[in-house]
């Protein structure tokens, strides 16, 4: 990022910044036709992947400002301060947006759950089945309306939900 960011003069780098942080935050980002004499379009797409990826995760790791600097160690001093004032003055609206995308990935919740356990003892095609089901029932809040929603798995299947919850939850973990 250092060799690219340098392109631009000091006046206009707290402008693309600010325009970068504009895209994170879900409005117009900066354009590549008001840089397009300043950049070729592969630099320009590296420069705004990792300014991006740097404002989401200082942000979203909470980064103290001595770790913002060192990351922009090769930037340059006068970039680094510039990358870091934007940083300090927008960091709380870096969050919401955050925070707004991560809740948009579903806007469902889980109310209550029932769960029963069966054994199948045989089928129209085999005498002697002997195979336990369970039976899992969720009641899911939905834009605000309740629904129903009912699961039969195989003990193979009642795994491989209990792996992917399990490891969900070392995820939700790992945030806090």
Not at 54 to 81: H, I, Q, T, Y
Request: aromatic share 4%; hydrophobic share 40%; glycine share 6%.
């Amino acid at each position: 990022m250092n060799h690219i960011l340098a392109k631009l003069s000091p006046g206009e780098c707290p402008k693309l910044l600010h325009r970068v942080v504009d895209g994170v935050c879900g409005r117009e980002p900066p354009r590549f036709a008001d840089y397009s004499d300043t950049w070729s379009l592969v630099e320009w797409m590296e420069l705004l992947d990792s300014i991006s990826s740097l404002f989401r995760v200082a942000v979203g790791k909470n980064m103290p400002d001595k770790e913002v600097l060192a990351v922009l160690a090769d930037v340059g001093s006068g970039c680094g301060e510039t990358v870091l004032t934007v940083l300090r003055a927008r960091r709380e609206e870096i969050r919401q947006a955050l925070v707004e995308r991560t809740n948009n990935v579903s806007s469902s919740t889980l109310q209550d759950f029932d769960w029963q356990i069966k054994l199948a003892l045989s089928s129209d095609k085999i005498s002697c089945l002997q195979t336990p089901l369970i039976n899992l029932s969720l009641d899911v809040k939905e834009n605000g309306a309740l629904k129903a929603v009912s699961f039969e798995m195989n003990r193979e299947e009642l795994q491989t939900l209990i792996g992917s919850l399990e490891a969900a939850n070392k995820v939700v973990l790992q945030l806090k």
